[in-house]
């Protein structure tokens, strides 16, 4: 079954949720085939308004086209950064919604990692040792920083 993903094209990287947050659990943990991705609005300190927070975020959420697959990193408290999903975007970006003081793009899961998550791909394994999350925007794979290896995952 490898090979159905020989054709696949990831675009951009995603953290869902930062090392601060010292989350113990995993997002996006349920069998569901499709989810929203959220973009939050982050209150933290900082020199922009909360309009201008809001904005950023919306024009980072519709910058992902229909079909463009994203590399999903998130960090564990006990356990570090992991690449534990790969999702293609399902809607278009007039279709990103915006509650509770987040956007949202709905997307599809392509590949997910393994239970336990603990085991999922070392992010700085797929992606290298120079680049570092600085926020949940969007990042191209071609930023200079990016070695993206897939031969990390199983796909099965």
Sequence with gaps: MAAQ????????LKLINHIACKRK???HDKDDKEFDLGWVINEGSGKLTKQNKI??????AKKARKGD???LCQNNHFHGHHATHI?????EPDEAKY???T???QVRIIWRAENPWEKAPLTEDVIGKKFSFRSGNLVSVDAPTIDL????????
């Design 99 to 101: 509650r509770d003081d």
């Design 69 to 71: 697959c994203i590399l």
């Design 103 to 105: 956007w949202t793009r």
């Design 149 to 156: 290896n897939l031969d990390k995952f199983k796909f099965e």
């Design 5 to 12: 993903y020989n054709h696949l094209t990831i675009k951009y």
């Design 87 to 91: 999702v293609e975007i399902v809607d």
């Design 55 to 60: 904005k950023r975020k919306e024009v980072d």
């Design 25 to 27: 659990e995993w997002s």
